[in-house]
């Protein structure tokens, strides 16, 4: 009923913009670029594509990437007919694009995260699911639209980055089938990984071991975390980019069980991203905010670096390790 609705909309919407969340990462971009593609396909319509944030360079090899402009490019006056949020657990997720949001005739909510309220007109959201690009594609099955290589670049890759190559506990046999069905389209998967993970320069590989190297332990080595202070960043000549993986790194120790990274924001605050192998993230980050799932979530916190670590801390510890 609700892809049938999606269909309506997009048919009767003579313009449409598709949004992604701050800070980037494989899948919003991956299933931005992908809906772009499969309504332009599918629709014979053109749509605009924004981002909030910079885009990571190792991502720059999707299809159509180079035409999402920043929403500093945008007429904020401007009302859209429809407007597709792609893997955005809470509007303020994007930032100065949520007034276009608001502003639009209809909205879709298309994600993947257990926290999301489904706060849009349609709401396709799967707590359940890998990644947003995997629910993409389960609307593409369902509704029957047509796909192409470039296309399943796109959604490949969201599949790809959300699950840490097949790695994470969010693998599912779902999961597998559809990456299998794109490899058929077309998809090569050594180059898709390459892209998406072999990619460091020499600077941030320094950076991010100087990072691993001053890691704190607590608790029996339960606990692990690190900060990263923009003087470091400007240190190793890089920028917020290279701290993709870094917590994933942290709780891949044997004797973790939680992880966190604390980044201190080049315009104030802290960010603070966290993994797990047994308690419940989302719901720490939730206090402060933020969200996700529950062994992988982030907040954004309005303080300095140290007093979000002994916040996080804290919550950390009203759990059994």
């Known amino acids: 009923m609700e892809v049938a609705q999606l269909n309506d909309i997009i048919k009767s919407s003579k313009n449409i913009l598709i949004t ?5 990462d494989g899948d919003t971009l991956g299933s931005m670029c ?5 309504i ?3 629709f014979k319509k053109k749509c605009d594509m924004v981002v909030v944030s910079r885009v990571p360079d190792k991502y720059k090899f999707f299809p159509n990437i180079n035409l999402a402009k920043h929403i500093d490019e945008f007429d904020k006056s401007r009302e859209y007919d429809l407007v597709i949020n792609v893997d955005i657990a809470a509007p303020d997720r994007i930032c100065d694009a949520k007034i276009l949001f608001d502003k639009a005739k209809h909205t879709v909510n298309i994600d993947h995260h257990k926290t999301n309220s489904c706060y849009a007109e349609l709401n396709f959201v799967e707590g359940d699911a890998s990644s947003t690009a ?8 369902t509704s029957g639209w047509k796909m192409n290589l470039d296309i399943a670049i796109c959604l490949y890759a969201g599949l790809l980055t959300d699950t840490g190559s097949f790695r994470f506990n969010n693998t599912t046999a779902r999961c597998l089938e559809y990456a299998a069905e794109m490899i058929k389209i077309g998809v090569v998967p050594n180059v898709m ?14 950076c991010q071991a100087y990072c691993v190297d001053k890691a704190v332990f607590l608790d029996d080595d339960k606990i692990v975390y690190t900060t990263v202070y923009k003087k470091d960043m400007e240190k190793y000549n890089t920028d917020e980019e290279f701290a993709e993986g870094l917590v994933e790194r942290l709780r891949a120790i044997t004797s ?3 992880a966190f990274v604390a980044k201190e924001m080049k315009n104030g605050g802290c960010k603070i991203s966290m993994r797990s192998k047994t308690i419940d ?7 402060f905010g933020g969200g996700g799932h529950k062994f992988a979530a982030g907040c954004t916190m309005k303080c300095n670096v140290e007093e979000a670590v002994k916040k996080i801390l804290h919550e950390i510890r009203k759990y059994e390790l």
Not at 34 to 38: A, R
Not at 134 to 141: G, H, W
Not at 196 to 206: N, Q, S
């Open 20 to 24: 992604s969340h701050i800070n980037p």
């Open 34 to 38: 992908g809906m772009y593609l499969l």
């Open 40 to 42: 332009k396909l599918n």
């Open 134 to 141: 995997e629910v993409v594609y389960s609307i593409v099955k």
């Open 193 to 206: 990984f390459k892209n998406c993970y072999e990619t460091y320069t020499k600077d941030m590989a320094l």
């Open 256 to 258: 973790t069980s939680v």
């Open 281 to 287: 993230v989302a719901e720490i980050c939730g206090l």
